[in-house]
């Protein structure tokens, strides 16, 4: 596995999906590739957890 530079669905920054984050994903069984930077990711989650 090689580092994958993807683009986030939400701001439309680049960002770099490291060999790192791969392995983790698929020790976690994950299918799919992350679609937001990790800014993105943090943000939406605060905000799903403000709803509670």
């Known amino acids: 596995m090689?580092?994958?530079?993807?683009?986030?669905?939400?701001?439309g920054k680049e960002f770099v999906f490291t060999e790192g984050e791969q392995a983790f994903y698929k020790e976690k069984g994950f299918d799919n590739e992350p679609t937001?930077?990790?800014?993105?990711?943090?943000?939406?989650?605060?905000?799903?957890?403000?709803?509670y």
């Open 2 to 11: 090689a580092d994958k530079t993807l683009v986030c669905r939400d701001c």
């Open 36 to 51: 937001r930077c990790v800014d993105c990711r943090r943000a939406k989650k605060q905000q799903n957890n403000r709803r």
